[in-house]
Structure formats: structure tokens, C-alpha cells
């Protein structure tokens, strides 16, 4: 089995290794340029367990590789389509680990239709499926990891700028993205008695697949670029290494919030 032996940022200036015997699942990883493969390494990198999904046979073959490079404790298959197919998924992480101590929701979809029409023309069929998809299977998530984080834990979301401001192009998913965002704060508010944190992490424009099928991204990655403080956009590993400290103790005070790793952009108008 091959592995990666790039090291995350966090742990470059020495050998403490933070996530050592914490153990979670990561959904979404779609190939080794998709911000999910690059949480996974860098919470890999920390000492973290990890149990990684996959959509579908199809998407499986190009998966599986990615999973054994990252040493995944478990690979299994998740379509939150499926009626039970979540659940099952968790349920398997509880049998191989005992408990979880972190779970990282990255999935959305929207059709390209919603995605760049007007909002008011989009169809309930096409709304009902995005909520479904990118934002109802977080909170089905974390009522199923709830019973397995009897220690406390982090659950993490990806969101996007567009929850916050109108972003051309990206329509409907808006909506669903402050409707995510929104259901961290009443989620951490409900089970923060419980010891477990709920976060989303917004990063910025980064191609990827998914960021693929926006249109006109690439006006979109050159004006984030021009407007952030940073002068550039963030790297999936950026956004790895900020997703992988929300899961250690170092975050430990922190629950509830949006965090925007996007070179800054977000505050300029």
C-alpha cells in the first residue's frame, strides 16, 4: 500500500502528533484535489483515524486509491439518497471504532439549472434535493454520531461566502448554504451540553470538480484574488489544516461559528 508522506503544515514544526487515537469518518473525497482528500491528510497527519466514503461503484474505483494512500481504517459506501444509507455508514464506524471524536460533512449538489438561474424559478423538486443533499444530511449526521461522541466531538460542514452575500452564478445554493450555516449555531446550541462542537468552514474559490461546474469560476478565483487582503486564493491544503485543528483540543473553547479561510476576501466588498 502507497502512502502520502507529505506532512500537513501543523505538524511541520514538530512531532506532537494532536489527533493520536481520535478517530472519525470523512465524507466527500472525490479525488486528490477535493477539499475533503485534503482534510482527510491533514487530520491523518495529526494522528487521526479516519474512516473514508464513496458515492457509488463508479465513483468507488477512483476513491478506493485515495483511501488505502491516506491508510482509511474503513471505506464505505454513503449516497445520502439512500434511504438508511447514512445511518448504515455510521453505524459501521461505531462497530470498528467504538466512539467518534470528529465528523467532517462534505457533500452538496444542486442542478446546474437552480445553480444559475434565478432563485425564484427554481423548481421544489430542484430546492427539496439540494436541502437534502447539502444540508438536511448534516443534521441527519450528527443525530447519528450523537450516541457515539459520548466524550465530546467536532462536527464540521463546508459552506461557501454566497450563504452570506449574493455570488453570481451560484443561485439556489446560496439559500441552502445559510440554511446550513444557520443549522450550526441552533446545532451547537443544542448539543454543546453534550461536549460536542459543530463548525462550518467557508473557504474560498478553489478549483475543484464541484467548482467546476459553476459558471464563469474563473473571473470568480481571479477577483477573490485581486480583492484579498492575501493577494491570492487558499489551497485545499489551507483549508485541510484549519479543518483538522477544529478536530483538537486547541479549538476546545470554540463552537457554533462560520470560519472563513479565504485569504481574507471576505471582508472587502
Same mark, same amino acid.
Given at each position: 500500500?502507497?502512502?502520502?508522506?507529505?506532512q500537513?503544515?501543523?505538524?511541520?514544526?514538530?512531532?506532537?502528533?494532536?489527533?493520536?487515537?481520535?478517530?472519525?469518518?470523512?465524507?466527500?473525497?472525490?479525488n486528490? !484535489?477535493?477539499i475533503?482528500f485534503?482534510?482527510?491528510?491533514?487530520?491523518?497527519d495529526?494522528?487521526?483515524?479516519?474512516?473514508?466514503?464513496?458515492?457509488?461503484? !463508479?465513483?468507488a !474505483?477512483?476513491?478506493?486509491?485515495?483511501?488505502?494512500?491516506l491508510?482509511a481504517?474503513?471505506?464505505l459506501?454513503?449516497?445520502?439518497?439512500?434511504?438508511?444509507?447514512?445511518e448504515?455508514?455510521?453505524?459501521?464506524?461505531?462497530?470498528?471504532?467504538?466512539?467518534?471524536?470528529?465528523?467532517?460533512?462534505?457533500?452538496?449538489?444542486?442542478?446546474?439549472?437552480?445553480?444559475?438561474?434565478?432563485?425564484?424559478?427554481?423548481?421544489?423538486?430542484?430546492?427539496?434535493?439540494?436541502m437534502n443533499?447539502?444540508?438536511?444530511?448534516?443534521?441527519?449526521?450528527?443525530?447519528?454520531?450523537?450516541?457515539?461522541m459520548?466524550?465530546?466531538?467536532s462536527?464540521?460542514?463546508?459552506?461557501?461566502?454566497?450563504?452570506?452575500?449574493?455570488?453570481r452564478?451560484?443561485g439556489?445554493?446560496?439559500?441552502?448554504?445559510?440554511?446550513?450555516e444557520s443549522?450550526?449555531?441552533?446545532?451547537?446550541?443544542?448539543l454543546?451540553?453534550?461536549?460536542?462542537?459543530?463548525?462550518?468552514v467557508?473557504?474560498?474559490?478553489?478549483?475543484?470538480?464541484?467548482a467546476?461546474?459553476?459558471?464563469?469560476?474563473?473571473?470568480?478565483?481571479e477577483?477573490?484574488a485581486? !480583492?484579498?487582503?492575501?493577494?491570492?486564493?487558499?489551497?485545499?491544503d489551507?483549508?485541510?489544516?484549519?479543518?483538522a485543528?477544529?478536530?483538537?483540543?486547541?479549538?476546545?473553547?470554540?463552537?457554533?461559528?462560520?470560519?472563513?479561510v479565504?485569504?481574507?476576501?471576505?471582508?472587502v466588498a
Open positions: 500500500m502507497n502512502t502520502i508522506n507529505e500537513s503544515p501543523l505538524v511541520q514544526a514538530g512531532n506532537h502528533l494532536p489527533l493520536a487515537g481520535k478517530k472519525g469518518l470523512i465524507t466527500g473525497v472525490a486528490d !484535489k477535493s475533503a485534503a482534510v482527510a491528510k491533514a487530520i491523518r495529526l494522528g487521526g483515524e479516519i474512516a473514508l466514503t464513496y458515492q457509488n461503484d !463508479k465513483t !474505483k477512483y476513491t478506493q486509491p485515495l483511501a488505502e494512500s491508510g481504517k474503513l471505506f459506501k454513503l449516497d445520502v439518497t439512500e434511504e438508511g444509507s447514512l448504515a455508514a455510521i453505524k459501521q464506524c461505531g462497530d470498528e471504532f467504538g466512539e467518534l471524536d470528529f465528523a467532517i460533512h462534505s457533500m452538496a449538489f444542486c442542478n446546474g439549472d437552480d445553480l444559475h438561474g434565478r432563485v425564484i424559478d427554481t423548481t421544489e423538486a430542484g430546492f427539496d434535493s439540494a443533499i447539502s444540508c438536511h444530511s448534516f443534521l441527519r449526521m450528527a443525530k447519528a454520531v450523537e450516541p457515539l459520548a466524550h465530546g466531538g462536527l464540521i460542514t463546508m459552506s461557501y461566502l454566497g450563504a452570506e452575500r449574493v455570488v452564478n451560484y439556489v445554493m446560496g439559500i441552502i448554504k445559510a440554511a446550513l443549522a450550526v449555531r441552533y446545532m451547537a446550541y443544542d454543546g451540553p453534550k461536549g460536542i462542537r459543530v463548525f462550518a467557508s473557504p474560498g474559490p478553489i478549483m475543484t470538480r464541484a467546476s461546474g459553476i459558471a464563469n469560476f474563473n473571473t470568480l478565483l477577483n477573490d485581486a !480583492k484579498a487582503p492575501l493577494g491570492r486564493t487558499v489551497t485545499i489551507e483549508v485541510g489544516a484549519l479543518t485543528f477544529l478536530c483538537t483540543s486547541g479549538s476546545s473553547g470554540m463552537t457554533g461559528q462560520t470560519i472563513y479565504d485569504a481574507g476576501a471576505h471582508i
